[in-house]
Structure formats: structure tokens, C-alpha cells
């Protein structure tokens, strides 16, 4: 069974970085592709970046391209979200989120896609 924590949210300025990560406990990590998702406040959930099971492939929003990086370390279980030059914008609750099993390569990017989710991280950015 898949759960997931994220951990590595917190309160930054305009122009920051910070690290999220996600931790898969139920040991088939390897076997599920993987998404960041984010939920402004007062907005829709919204896709962020997604990953394929072994990290081949990538996707990213438009909003975030060129600043945000999706990675995963399946010997961890664990998946990161390096967000640099982080706006007043990207202020919001994340989740991570899981799809599996699913074949090599793949990589969704609908929140209905997804099956497993963690409880979220808050970002904060202060301008």
C-alpha cells in the first residue's frame, strides 16, 4: 500500500529556493510514476511537474518551467521538487502524488490520474 509524506515546505522570500521531498512507505516506489501537485489558497488544485517511474521523462507547467526540477531516488522512495526562484505566486499547500503500476516511461499530469496522494506541504512565499 502506498503512503506518502511530504516534508521540506516552509516560508521563504521572493527570489528563494526550497527542496521538497516525498517518501513512499509501502516498497513498490520503483514501480509508480509520480507528480507534484499544488493547491493555492482560495484556488483549484493545480498539476505542477511529473515524473516517469525511473526518472527517464518529465513534464513541467508552464508556470514553472526553467525553475522548478522534479527528480527521485527509487533506492529512497523518494521524490524531490527543487523549487528555485520561487514568486509570491507559487505560494500554496503541495502534494505529491501516485500512479501505478504503470510502464516505463509514462508520466501523468490530471490529478484524476493519480490514485495516492500525501497530506501536503505549505509553501509560502513573501514578497
Known amino acids: 500500500q502506498v503512503q506518502l509524506v511530504e516534508s521540506g515546505g516552509g516560508l521563504v522570500q521572493a527570489g528563494g529556493s526550497l527542496r521538497l521531498s516525498c517518501v513512499d512507505s509501502?516498497?513498490?516506489?520503483?514501480?509508480?510514476?509520480m507528480g507534484w501537485f499544488r493547491q493555492p489558497p482560495g484556488k483549484e488544485r493545480e498539476f505542477v511537474a511529473a515524473?516517469?517511474?525511473?526518472?527517464?521523462?518529465?513534464y513541467y507547467a508552464d508556470s514553472v518551467k526553467g525553475r522548478f526540477s522534479v527528480s527521485r531516488d527509487n533506492a529512497k522512495s523518494t521524490v524531490y521538487l527543487e523549487m528555485n526562484s520561487l514568486k509570491p505566486g507559487d505560494t500554496a499547500v503541495y502534494y505529491c502524488?501516485?500512479?501505478?503500476?504503470?510502464?516505463?516511461?509514462?508520466?501523468?499530469?490530471?490529478?484524476?490520474?493519480?490514485?495516492?496522494w500525501g497530506q501536503g506541504t505549505q509553501v509560502t512565499i513573501s514578497s
Open positions: 515524473i516517469s517511474r525511473v526518472g527517464r521523462r518529465t
Open positions: 509501502g516498497g513498490t516506489f520503483s514501480m509508480y510514476a
Open positions: 502524488a501516485a500512479r501505478g503500476p504503470t510502464v516505463t516511461g509514462a508520466f501523468y499530469i490530471r490529478d484524476s490520474d493519480y490514485g495516492y
